[in-house]
């Protein structure tokens, strides 16, 4: 079975650090581009952070850069989100998933198109920053 | 950066009733770049439709994607009492990766 599992959620004061992790299984992990979406108390969607199948691309939503890292351990099957510097605006719900693209024929188009989308999600993870 | 805006905020209907959700997006969407998502409380998102009209695998056929350009939209044809959540539009773009509308809660009469 397809599955993603997030952990290290917690309280945390302002200021502080907190590093959530995900683990995969049931797919070939290092195949595929990976994020983090958050979900604020009562809130929509908001995507965190994507990282490409090696490590060696990264981007991130301009709220969280320079105080979150994505990262990810292929040989473990793990991604990662190191969060420092942490606000009372970060508390959310955090859930990892997989980032699909598929290059297939596309009959409206009439040509070979690529689609993207998220198609696999975890169950999340609690983040609570407060004093 | 593109922004999505949904319409209506909420949708009050009843079961066996119809419900067409909007995506309207700030500039033009490639339309397989476009997908929707079904949010139940207390679960993560689930994949509805991809490609803009493309059901994700075990979607039911009530469950339709339209649209192209800025305009998009997702129709339940008959409401099941399980369909009863909120609903996402998403797009891939280069800066933000993805991005999210705000949400369209569809809510029982």
């Known amino acids: 079975e397809v599955q993603l599992v997030e952990s290290g959620g917690g309280l945390v004061q302002p200021g502080g650090s907190l590093r959530l992790s995900c683990a995969a299984s049931?797919?070939?992990?290092?195949?595929?581009?990976m994020s983090w979406v958050r979900q604020a108390p009562g809130k929509g969607l908001e995507w965190v952070a994507n990282?490409?199948?090696?490590?060696?691309?990264?981007y991130y939503v301009d709220s969280v850069k320079g105080r979150f890292t994505i990262s990810r351990d292929n040989a473990k099957n793990s991604l990662y989100l190191q969060m420092n510097s942490l606000r009372a605006e970060d508390t959310a719900v955090y859930y990892c998933?997989?980032?699909?693209?598929?290059?297939?024929?596309?009959?409206?188009?009439?040509?070979?198109?690529?689609?993207?989308?998220?198609?696999?999600w975890g169950k999340g993870t609690t983040v609570t920053v407060s004093s | 950066e593109i922004v999505l805006t949904q319409s209506p905020g909420t949708l009050s209907l009843s079961p066996g009733e119809r419900a067409t959700l909007s995506c309207r997006a700030s500039?033009?969407?490639?339309?397989?770049?476009l997908a929707w998502y079904q949010q139940k409380p207390g679960q993560a998102p689930r994949l509805l439709i991809y490609?803009?009209?493309s059901r994700a695998t075990g979607i039911p056929d009530r469950f339709s994607g339209s649209g192209s350009g800025t305009d998009f939209t997702l129709t339940i044809s008959r409401l099941e009492p399980e369909d009863f959540a909120v609903y996402y539009c998403?797009?891939?773009?280069?800066?933000?990766?993805?991005?999210f509308g705000q949400g369209t809660k569809v809510e029982i009469k």
């Open positions: 998933a997989r980032d699909f693209v598929r290059f297939e024929y596309s009959s409206s188009a009439a040509r070979f198109v690529y689609y993207y989308y998220m198609d696999v």
């Open positions: 049931g797919f070939t992990f290092s195949s595929y581009w």
């Open positions: 990282i490409k199948q090696d490590g060696s691309e990264k």
């Open positions: 500039q033009s969407v490639s339309s397989s770049y």
């Open positions: 490609g803009a009209s």
């Open positions: 998403q797009q891939y773009g280069s800066s933000p990766r993805w991005t």
